[in-house]
């Protein structure tokens, strides 16, 4: 411990502990400001049309079939409240269903078959 | 002839960086065994960067810079004459003439570092590439930002204790000075932000910039593996459901008064956090103005690429194995994890405690985003939020923590400077 010559290793770490309080209350203090003139610029810039409050939708979109498809259920819910113009937390996608056939896949394949003849 | 060819390939040879690796392997403390092993780790580093994909954009320039420096005679760097008070005037100002007529290339660009120009080019460029928009539409989060820089405080006291009690040989000078502004550095590492740790650093304690630059990137290319066990530990499931009330739609009149404001707030009280706050802002003023979308493009694409080249390879040059392998480096690197870990704790814990005042409306995944690292960590918060409830959003809402955290390292960068510069 001769290596320190010119302090007391209390003093050092009272200082030290000083600092680190100073730090964390000056950090939230700047940030403390910076909220409430933000909150303070909100009042005089705020958007002048009041947004209406969305209903809480609740479409539908058919039956269940994967347990797993999070990403896709993720996925849904953004379209659906993207082309209604509502946001996502007020729409729940209860279950979907992935749909085989339909006309185009019907033509598909009268298609192939045809170019066989 | 004959002989007169093998006395010249001798001579050659013995010129050569093989030589010299070999004919001092154990000789100078080692020289050619270090070199070899700094040679290493700079191949480990590329693996990690190009392979594992860790911040390839900073983690490749610096592993080069690494490896180009360590190779013996070739000259294209001398941290000493940054550090060593042998070759600085009067122990303590760097001498101009010597660099300019002795430094070699990456000399020169690490003048970029040391004067403290381009940490500060990068956040013009972040700034021109962040929108601040989640954060004004709710402004509480902005404690979050501040919360999150707990592990930069914990960790400086840590590393305090250490050095006072002589462990790893922080402030090996013996004074309490080197003890606090090396404990500084390493605190740093915590705000998960590279060019505040390495602005920080490079003032404070720029013997240790190579590690706490390489211990910074690391982390936060791991980021997604560090956070999630904390975020699972510390809040509840039902916490985690919490689905957050959409933000409000934000005018372009307060996101052009935003960075005013912030400049304004910030440097009247941190003034040593003007270079950093102030690019930053001028960046996203730069953006939201919306009448200057030339300079947006240049700041935030071609200016932040060369700068990043030039910032990376002259880091990764300083790391030396005389400074790099030593103890100091293994406890950076410790001590590090430790400054990110409670900088996650730190945000989580006051995103439970938001949680509780608000009556349940703010999901205290989003705290973890307070460490600055953006989008990285608001992406963790959202892929954690949405293990519980796939049809939960958090992104937007983890956001706004996620750019504080930028402003709040950057204050805490002042507060540091301010104090032991």
């Excluded at chain 1, 610029?41 to 969305?54: C, R, T, V, Y």
């Excluded at chain 2, 001579?11 to 020289?31: N, P, S």
């Excluded at chain 2, 593996?225 to 699972?232: D, G, H, N, Y």
């Amino acid at each position: 411990m001769t290596r320190y010559v010119d302090f007391e290793p209390a003093e050092v770490l009272g200082e030290g502990l000083a600092y680190t309080v100073m730090g964390i209350c000056i950090v939230f203090l700047i940030l403390i400001i910076i909220m409430f003139v933000i909150k303070a610029m909100a009042l005089f810039s705020a958007p002048a049309a009041e947004e209406k409050k969305e209903e809480p939708a609740a479409p539908v979109t058919e039956e269940v079939r994967e347990e797993d498809g999070f990403e896709l259920i993720a996925v849904i819910t953004a379209a659906v409240a993207a082309s209604m113009g509502t946001s996502a937390s007020s729409i729940r996608v209860r279950s979907y269903k992935k749909l085989d056939g339909g006309a185009w896949n019907r033509a598909g394949r009268k298609d192939l078959l045809d170019n066989r003849f | 002839m004959l002989t007169n060819l093998i006395d010249g390939f001798g001579a050659f040879f013995a010129k050569t960086g093989v030589a010299e690796i070999f004919t001092k392997l154990v000789a100078d403390d080692f020289y050619g065994l270090k070199t070899l092993v700094m040679l290493a780790i700079a191949c480990v580093l590329l693996y990690l960067a190009i392979v594992k994909k860790f911040e390839p954009l900073l983690l490749l320039p610096i592993a080069f810079g690494m490896l180009i420096a360590n190779l013996p005679l070739g000259e294209v760097m001398h941290p000493e004459f940054f550090i060593d008070p042998k070759y600085l005037i009067d122990g303590h100002d760097l001498d101009m003439n010597l660099i300019f007529h002795k430094g070699g290339l990456l000399d020169l660009l690490y003048l970029g570092v040391k004067l403290g120009i381009y940490p500060p080019l990068i956040f013009l460029g972040i700034g021109c590439m962040t929108d601040f928009g989640p954060l004004i539409s709710n402004p509480k989060s902005i404690l979050l930002g501040a919360a999150a820089q707990l592990g930069v405080f914990i960790t400086f006291i840590g590393a305090i204790v250490l050095g006072v009690f002589g462990i790893g040989g922080f402030g090996a000078d013996g004074t309490a000075e080197t003890i606090f502004k090396e404990a500084a550095s390493i605190g740093i590492i915590g705000g998960a932000d590279g060019p505040t740790a390495i602005y920080v650093t490079k003032t404070l304690a720029p013997g240790l910039l190579s590690a706490i630059a390489i211990a910074a990137y690391s982390y936060m290319a791991l980021i997604p593996i560090i956070q999630p066990p904390f975020m699972k530990m510390i809040t509840t499931k039902q916490e985690r459901q919490i689905v957050m009330e959409q933000l409000r739609p934000v005018t372009q009149k307060e996101k052009i008064l935003f960075p005013i404001i912030v400049t304004l707030v910030v440097v009247l009280i941190v003034p040593d956090a003007a270079p950093l706050v102030g690019m930053l802002m001028l960046g996203n003023l730069i953006k939201e103005s919306g009448v200057a979308d030339r300079l947006c493009k240049t700041a935030q694409n071609e200016l932040m690429n060369i700068v990043t080249i030039f910032l990376g390879i002259t880091v990764g040059a300083t790391a030396k194995a005389e400074t790099f392998l030593t103890a100091k480096t293994i406890l950076i690197i410790v001590l590090g994890l430790c400054a990110f870990c409670v900088s996650t704790i730190g945000g989580l814990l006051f995103g439970k405690i938001m949680c509780k005042v608000t009556g349940g409306k703010v999901n205290p995944l989003i705290g973890s985003a307070g460490v600055s690292a953006v989008p990285m960590a608001a992406r963790v918060s959202q892929k954690v939020g949405q293990e519980e409830n796939p049809a939960n959003f958090l992104l937007m809402h983890a956001m706004g923590p996620n750019v504080a955290g930028v402003i709040g390292s950057a204050v805490a960068a002042g507060v540091f400077l301010a104090l032991f510069a």
